[in-house]
């Protein structure tokens, strides 16, 4: 089993890295400021799923695929962008929709589970966040504490606890924010077009090169 001094080591590492803003954080926050704070908490629920997937990947070595194959490494990176600007238009272009769901308590049962999905997506097809599972939690793996696998299990189901409760704060006080001036039209205009654009940014972010 995990031991204790690699695991405050384990804490102390990802504290940092899940207080540190980064794409999925940036996604609950914008879902928050658009739909409330019921679909932010839904979403941030959802990234935390797509966390768990990555550490599945991790164990079954499928990580390691992507990190050996350039071409697979960009077919994810690709469909995570595009799947990232479709959220993004969709948010820009739907007007009517874009507050339906504050005051509503997130939406219907369909809806939320939609939200769900799409958080889930979101955080899986980031190829950066799978070979960061898969290059993060082995260092706090000990041989002697018995199966690789269970420790690295055990580790990636704590790191998405983390960030489920660290992303559910976010969101609930996103979507706070939200619901106050989502209100008033120009305001609820202007979050539509800040929200929209910032989720486009980060699929162009993702699908561009990076810096040599």
Known sequence: ??????FLLFLAASLPLILTPGP???Y?????????????????SGVGLGYVVHTVLAVAGLSALLQGSATAFLVVKYA???????LGVRTLLDREGFSSLHGEGGGRPGDLTRVFLQGT????????????FLAFLPQFV??????V?????????IFALLCLIVYGFVGYFSGSLGDILVDKPRVAGALRWTTGGILVALGLRLALPEPR
């Open 1 to 6: 089993m995990l031991r204790e001094t690699n």
């Open 24 to 26: 999925d954080m940036v």
């Open 28 to 44: 609950v926050a914008t879902r928050g400021i658009a739909r409330g704070r019921s679909v932010a908490l839904i979403s941030a």
């Open 80 to 86: 995570g962008a595009a799947y990232l600007l479709y």
């Open 121 to 132: 997506l979101t955080s899986v097809l980031n190829p950066k966040g799978i070979l960061f």
């Open 142 to 147: 000990s041989l002697a504490g018995g199966s």
């Open 149 to 157: 696998a269970l420790q690295v299990s055990v580790l990636g189901s």
